[in-house]
């Protein structure tokens, strides 16, 4: 069983920065795909970013440029680094594991970009 913990969310103003952190309990380098999901209301989840194991990054274009995903695996964690949010970057994020052809989910953190 693979659990994850996201923390980071919050409020933050248009323009701002703000790093989501998800922990997770099982050495991260068995798993080879990693990723951040969000969900906004009313609207279908979303994948924003994915890091294999090998180090490998891809993106949504929506937020090509802005977003980082990056694994430590001495930590055990994947991070999501977030710079010049928008409002339509409001929503839930999840962090996700894709583990022995199992999908793993964390229980979100909410990001709200408002002034």
Do not use: H
């Amino acid at each position: 069983q693979v659990q994850l913990l996201e923390s980071g969310g919050g409020l933050v103003q248009p323009g701002g920065s703000l790093r989501l952190s998800c922990a997770v309990s099982v050495t991260i380098f068995r798993i080879n795909v990693m990723g951040w999901c969000r969900q906004a209301p009313g609207k279908q989840r979303e994948l924003v970013a994915t890091i294999t194991s090998g180090g490998n990054t891809n993106y949504v274009d929506s937020v090509r440029g802005r977003f980082t995903i990056s694994r430590d695996n001495a930590k055990n964690t994947v991070y999501l680094q977030m710079t010049s949010l928008k409002p339509e970057d409001t929503a839930v994020y999840y962090c996700n594991a894709l583990l022995n052809f199992q999908i793993y989910w964390g229980q979100g953190t909410q990001v709200t970009v408002s002034s």
